[in-house]
């Protein structure tokens, strides 16, 4: 479920985002919002409840609050990304990568905040600066001023400055770990607010559990993937630019998934490669409810990112490692309630396994599939779908960004209007589910669009990934 297309849109699509990811995240699962929040402040309310020196000023005290609060917001940024699925099962993996971009910009502006109140509240703290007075000190401390911009640097701007995908995975890890040990360091030495043992502990268990947090991420867990070995079957083009891997599992462990989930997937002969991308099984989990776990699924990419733009030359017999199912923008195969699929690109691989699952396990319900590409030829599946909705009550629209000359059906840009136009009765019920997936501002468009015709936001499901 990897995402790069751009679609236009004259909304603040950023804004947008931010907003959907924060209503769905704080609707989902309140009591993990609290524990997050519970575990954002505890340093600064262990300082709080205990006996502390004497105030040095409103500001100086307010920008190690800023501090203290940013240490642990970058900690608990390793939590986000550890792919829990106790967590992430609830809340969504997506959420939890949306999150985590989210508190990293806010953990980011924490710590300059601590540094920029700190110095023109109290000058004499430059001297924390001054590799005249403490060569390493100053060192590590300006290379935390340096490192925390580059992070936010690498990360929203690694394709414009072409940094391998592989590349910045290992140096997001490694500049993330450094400026914690260095934060960690800094807070000790300074030793004003947290002078007892118990006071460095709770810091320390902090820091510590991130840093272990990010060895059992990258190492102990691709180190256990080993003894569950996957290859590639086969590889199958579907368009010009998307294509369909078969994997199939070389152990007698095998994959138990429900329609809408995704997976991790590292094509190398190393699980410890930094090559791993999440994608949606395209490929029918009728099996996988009827009879688990499956030991062969297929996902269908597009060449997009730096590894999808090789995957056409994947050679079958590749060694793989899967690590999953991730997802809660599942379909319920069981329900009657029409369902509304509203699609982009290669956002149609959910909706593919959904409509393959419902076709497989026989289960009749009004459907229907809004399929937006750019041109005619990007869509794929289209001989299927054709035969599906003979076989189906399957309605499919096709919505043409660019449409050739003698197109009769949908063109345009996806809008508000499109979505009007098409969702009509019997799919314009209360107890309809609708399932998008597409480019980031044809989403939130979406969700705004079906929450303004009062749809629940539990009647809507969709999930992002831009990792690639």
């Known amino acids: 479920m990897i995402h790069r297309h751009v679609w236009p849109d004259p909304a603040p699509v950023c804004l947008l985002c931010c907003r959907s990811l924060m209503r769905r995240f704080f609707q989902q699962e309140r009591w993990w919002v609290a524990i997050y929040i519970a575990a954002v402040l505890s340093p600064l309310a262990l300082v709080l409840i205990t006996p502390s020196p004497p105030s040095r000023g409103f500001l100086v005290e307010f920008a190690m609050g800023l501090g203290f609060v940013g240490l642990a917001m970058l900690g608990l940024q390793f939590?986000?990304?550890?792919?829990?699925?106790s967590i992430g099962g609830r809340l969504g993996l997506d959420t939890m990568?949306?999150?985590?971009?989210?508190?990293?910009?806010?953990?980011?502006?924490?710590v300059f905040g601590h540094v920029v109140v700190a110095l023109a509240s109290e000058p004499a703290y430059f001297v924390f600066l001054d590799p005249r007075d403490n060569f390493a000190r100053?060192?590590?401390?300006?290379?935390?001023?340096?490192?925390?911009?580059?992070?936010?640097?690498?990360?929203?701007?690694?394709?414009?400055?072409?940094?391998?995908?592989?590349?910045?995975?290992?140096?997001?890890?490694?500049?993330g770990a450094l400026i914690l040990v260095?934060?960690?360091?800094?807070?000790?030495?300074v030793d004003y607010l947290i002078g007892t043992p118990a006071k460095r502990a709770v810091?320390?268990?902090?820091?510590?559990?991130?840093?272990?947090?990010?060895?059992?991420?990258?190492?102990?867990?691709?180190?256990?993937?080993?003894?569950?070995p996957?290859?590639?079957?086969?590889?199958?083009?579907?368009?010009?630019?998307?294509?369909?891997?078969?994997?199939?599992?070389?152990?007698?462990?095998?994959?138990?998934?429900?329609?809408?989930?995704?997976?991790?997937?590292?094509?190398?002969?190393s699980p410890f490669s930094f090559q791993q991308h999440?994608?949606?099984?395209?490929?029918?989990?009728?099996?996988?409810?009827?009879?688990p776990p499956v030991r062969t699924f297929e996902v269908t990419i597009k060449e997009l990112g730096d590894f999808t733009r090789q995957i056409g030359k994947v050679k079958p017999g590749s060694r793989a490692f899967v690590e999953g199912p991730y997802g809660t923008s599942v379909m319920d195969p069981e329900a009657k309630s029409p369902a509304v699929f509203i699609v982009g690109g290669i956002g149609v691989t959910p909706a593919i396994c959904?409509?393959?699952?419902?076709?497989?396990?026989?289960?009749?319900?009004?459907?229907?599939?809004?399929?937006?590409?750019?041109?005619?030829?990007?869509?794929?599946?289209?001989?299927?779908?054709?035969?599906?909705?003979?076989?189906?009550?399957?309605?499919?629209?096709?919505?043409?960004?660019?449409?050739?000359?003698?197109?009769?059906?949908?063109?345009?840009?996806?809008?508000?209007?499109?979505?009007?136009?098409?969702?009509?009765?019997?799919?314009?019920?209360?107890?309809?589910?609708?399932?998008?997936?597409?480019?980031?501002?044809?989403?939130?468009?979406?969700?705004?669009?079906?929450?303004?015709?009062?749809?629940?936001?539990?009647?809507?499901?969709?999930?992002?990934?831009?990792?690639?």
């Open 97 to 110: 990568l949306q999150f985590h971009r989210q508190a990293g910009i806010i953990a980011a502006l924490f």
């Open 182 to 189: 260095i934060g960690l360091a800094h807070v000790i030495r």
């Open 354 to 468: 959904m409509l393959r699952t419902l076709r497989d396990l026989q289960r009749q319900r009004p459907l229907l599939l809004l399929y937006a590409t750019r041109t005619v030829d990007g869509a794929a599946f289209e001989n299927e779908l054709a035969c599906m909705k003979n076989e189906m009550d399957l309605n499919v629209v096709r919505l043409v960004e660019e449409p050739p000359d003698g197109w009769t059906g949908e063109s345009g840009r996806f809008s508000a209007e499109i979505l009007e136009r098409v969702v009509k009765p019997p799919f314009d019920r209360d107890d309809t589910q609708y399932f998008i997936c597409g480019p980031d501002s044809m989403m939130d468009l979406a969700e705004l669009t079906l929450r303004d015709r009062g749809v629940s936001a539990v009647q809507i499901h969709s999930e992002r990934f831009q990792i690639v």
């Open 138 to 175: 100053a060192g590590a401390l300006s290379l935390v001023i340096v490192l925390i911009p580059l992070l936010l640097v690498l990360t929203f701007y690694r394709e414009r400055i072409g940094l391998p995908y592989e590349w910045w995975r290992l140096s997001h890890g490694i500049i």
């Open 278 to 291: 999440p994608f949606t099984i395209s490929s029918t989990a009728a099996e996988s409810i009827q009879s």
């Open 203 to 228: 810091i320390g268990v902090l820091v510590v559990g991130a840093i272990a947090l990010l060895i059992h991420t990258r190492l102990v867990r691709p180190w256990l993937a080993r003894r569950r």
């Open 230 to 269: 996957w290859r590639v079957a086969d590889v199958r083009r579907e368009t010009p630019r998307i294509w369909t891997l078969t994997l199939q599992s070389d152990s007698e462990h095998g994959l138990r998934f429900l329609p809408g989930q995704c997976v991790w997937l590292t094509i190398d002969e």
């Open 79 to 85: 939590a986000l990304t550890a792919r829990f699925r």
